[in-house]
């Protein structure tokens, strides 16, 4: 009655959930082993990212001396194929039926390679160097974009084990799928819903009535803000947002990015001076292009902080033990306190 489906089973492949818009990635040759689109923790001593293991890792693009080759050690900024990856490059074609959908697994998955320096954290890096990788991630964001049936596109930096990081040297992973993210498509539905009932960005809105009541501003300049939602989920959780309307990082302008990297650098400084180098995952929120007028991109910042804070009860309720407000009054001390310090 539902026809014959293609046997997917011993490969990764996309499963649609029948009951919501989410696809969910089947993997199964990774057996038993924890898989989140990383890849299997690594254990060697010597570290796969820096500076003279070029040979073991596929390079797609490196910031080097112009004369230097391909895979020579010296470069500053390196992106290479994700040795882990479970997705490769090819059409999504939709097989199955209408209950029990599927499609090979297809996609983009990188690993920009942060600083040649494996103790290096973004917090420290010249605002040369970080400028320089804002771009790259940008950059990277919109050659995916344009690759076919890419519909979403992802920077995502988890830093410490406890927030999934595969390596301990300074990386970010670049993904791109063929389906849409959940969380994105929540904020797009919402935003929608919010235009067609007011005629404006639901996202620009809330920044407006964030600097009119200060309450839950960290910091901000001319072209970015960094706050805490009203509804944080986990404890300090922080959004940086632009403060001109847009819905793609990868069409932000370079001039602006000093700025960005000027306020992330603060941010990061203050958490880790506040919290002790917490764990830490930091997500872009972005379209692949500028598709949909009420979309507004944004990075989101989320310290894993204690086992039991922020977890999901039950499924869907998230419980927060520290209202925003006050994360952001310990935020804005201990950036003053830098401010003096400096
Ligand atoms: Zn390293
Ligand atoms: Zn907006
Ligand atoms: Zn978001």
């Not at 026809?3 to 499963?15: E, P």
């Not at 290479?80 to 697994?105: C, R, T």
């Not at 000093?258 to 929120?285: T, V």
């Amino acid at each position: 009655m539902f026809g014959k489906l293609l046997n997917f089973s011993s490969m990764a492949h996309f499963r649609k959930d029948p009951f919501g818009p989410a696809w969910v990635i089947i993997s199964p040759e990774r057996g038993l082993e924890a898989s989140d689109f990383g890849s299997v923790r690594h254990h060697d001593s010597t570290c796969p990212l820096c500076p003279g293991s070029e040979a073991s890792s596929r390079e797609i693009r490196a910031l080097r001396p112009s004369a230097s080759p391909t895979n020579s050690p010296d470069w500053r900024l390196r992106v290479i194929e994700n040795p882990a990856a479970l997705l490769y490059p090819k059409n999504f074609e939709q097989q199955g039926v209408e209950l029990f959908k599927q499609a090979p697994s297809s996609g983009y998955q990188e690993i920009i390679i942060e600083h040649p320096q494996h103790q290096m954290l973004l917090d420290n890096m010249p605002l040369e160097h970080l400028v320089d990788l804002l771009k790259l991630y940008r950059d990277r964001l919109e050659h995916l974009s344009e690759q076919p049936d890419v519909k979403h596109v992802q920077i995502t930096r988890n830093v410490g084990a406890v927030a999934g990081a595969v390596y301990e040297h300074p990386h970010a992973q670049v993904l791109a799928l063929p389906v849409s993210n959940r969380w994105v498509n929540e904020e797009l539905n919402a935003a929608q819903s919010y235009f067609d009932k007011h005629g404006s960005c639901l996202f620009c809105d809330v920044i407006q009535a964030e600097i009119n009541g200060r309450e839950r501003i960290i910091s901000y300049n001319q072209s970015f803000i960094a706050l805490a939602p009203y509804a944080s989920k986990t404890p300090f959780e922080t959004w940086i947002l632009p403060r001109q309307h847009g819905g793609a990082f990868s069409l932000q302008a370079s001039n602006t990015l000093p700025l960005l990297a000027e306020l992330l650098q603060a941010l990061l400084r203050a958490m880790n001076a506040a919290l002790d180098y917490p764990p830490y995952n930091m997500i872009f929120h972005s379209l692949p292009v500028n598709d949909n007028k009420n979309y507004h991109w944004h990075i989101e910042i989320l310290p894993r902080l204690t086992k039991q804070a922020g977890f999901d009860w039950g499924s869907g309720f998230y419980i927060n033990p520290t209202a925003p407000e006050d994360a952001v009054r310990f935020l804005r001390a201990t950036l003053a306190l830098q401010e003096v310090g400096a």
